[in-house]
């Protein structure tokens, strides 16, 4: 950002690029004007491992943000530092708990919705306005299954949505043991992992062994295109 004097007022110039992209540059002479560069217009350096091998990995990056230099990890960079930085990395179990309660807390919504829509009062012979209707009906029955049904792929070392703390109740709603996650996590992570996202695919791209959450993705994908889905019903998905 550079700064100049003209009249005995000064002007600055800021550019609202960060980093090397950022730099601003003057061409010509311009007459009565005294600059002088306060920042100037550099990238973010990082030394990613031993800085005294022959080949360290240097990460540049316009902004004070490092993303992918460890997969899945982003690195916000605070201060200048001429010396190692060791940098811990956990797995953040609360976001996946918080995660975890919101689908239970929409999947129980969607069940009270669908309840209230078919709805069928006998002393005032009240109906909701999908009471009978055959497509609402097979994406309950089919949101149900999916929900409680233990998945196949041999290889999984978790395959019952009880396992980690899904539990289905009364009326087919879910609860979340919260205790019983955690102590799964704790014991296995990878494993917590693959039963809620392992996806695998053969060389033609055939999908296999689908696990809880790209499953019910596809179920609910299925049922907007098959079942003709529209208007309340697919409020509801």
């Known amino acids: 950002s550079p700064a100049c004097h003209y009249g005995g007022e000064p002007l600055s110039v800021v550019s609202s690029t960060t980093g090397a992209p950022g730099k601003i540059a003057f061409h010509g002479d311009i007459g009565g004007l005294d600059f002088q560069t306060l920042s100037e217009a550099r990238d973010a350096k990082v030394v990613f491992g031993d800085p005294n091998s022959v080949n360290p990995r240097i990460i540049k990056s316009s902004s004070n943000t490092v993303q992918n230099v460890v997969d899945g990890v982003t690195l916000n960079l605070v201060s200048v530092s001429d010396k190692p930085v060791d940098v811990s990395i956990d797995r953040d179990v609360d976001t996946m708990v918080e995660d975890i309660k919101a689908m239970v807390e929409a999947y129980n919504g969607t069940l009270d919705q669908i309840d209230e829509l ?3 009062v006998p002393d005032t012979n009240e109906r909701g306005i999908l009471l009978g209707d055959g497509t609402i009906l097979q994406i309950q029955g089919r949101l149900r299954n999916e929900m409680s049904r233990r998945l196949t792929d041999p290889t999984l070392e978790i395959r019952s949505p009880i396992d980690v703390g899904l539990n289905a109740g009364t009326g087919a709603r879910l609860s979340f043991d919260e205790e019983t996650f955690r102590a799964a996590f704790e014991e296995d992570a990878d494993a917590v992992k693959d039963f809620f996202t392992k996806l695998e695919t053969t060389d033609g791209d055939q999908i296999v ?24 019903e697919v409020d509801l998905l």
């Not at 696990?211 to 079942?227: G, K, T």
Request: with cysteine; proline share 4%.
């Open 118 to 120: 078919t709805r069928f």
């Open 209 to 232: 062994n689908v696990a809880f959450a790209p499953r019910l993705a596809s179920v609910i994908d299925e049922l907007v295109d098959r079942c003709g889905v529209e208007g309340d």
